[in-house]
Nanobody, 126 residues
Framework: QVQLVESGGGLVQAGESLRLSCAASGRTFNQYIMGWFRQAPGKERDFVAAIRWSDSSTVYADSVQGRFAISRDITKNTVYLQMNSLKPDDTAVYYC???????????????????WGQGTQVTVSS
């Protein structure tokens, strides 16, 4: 069974940085895409970024392009989300998710991901 455990959230001021981690276990992930989503109170869960485990190809939401960077460490089975130039609008619970590469659902759609972590809170003050 795939398990995803996020860490690294916290309270920061606008303009500062945070790095989220997602420790993955339960199987080898060569045929997986790992994603980060976020959900603010009263809003839907939105796509942030995704990375293909096998070749590290990445996709970003327009709202974070140029500020956030997703990466993975094969040796640690961990996915990272480096968040720079944070804004109050980035405040949300951030979730790590996993899906197989054979899933034909658009990579930005939360419904295509079969495995989720518990989430980590990121709060950006102005």
């Amino acid at each position: 069974q795939v398990q995803l455990v996020e860490s690294g959230g916290g309270l920061v001021q606008a303009g500062e940085s945070l790095r989220l981690s997602c420790a993955a276990s339960g199987r080898t992930f060569n045929q997986y895409i790992m994603g980060w989503f976020r959900q603010a109170p009263g809003k839907e869960r939105d796509f942030v970024a995704a990375i293909r485990w096998s070749d590290s190809s990445t996709v970003y939401a327009d709202s974070v392009q140029g500020r956030f960077a997703i990466s993975r460490d094969i040796t640690k089975n961990t996915v990272y989300l480096q968040m720079n130039s944070l804004k109050p609008d980035d405040t949300a619970v951030y979730y790590c998710a996993a899906r197989t590469t054979t899933n034909l659902t658009p990579i930005t759609r939360a419904g295509g991901y079969g495995y989720w972590g518990q989430g980590t809170q990121v709060t950006v003050s102005s």
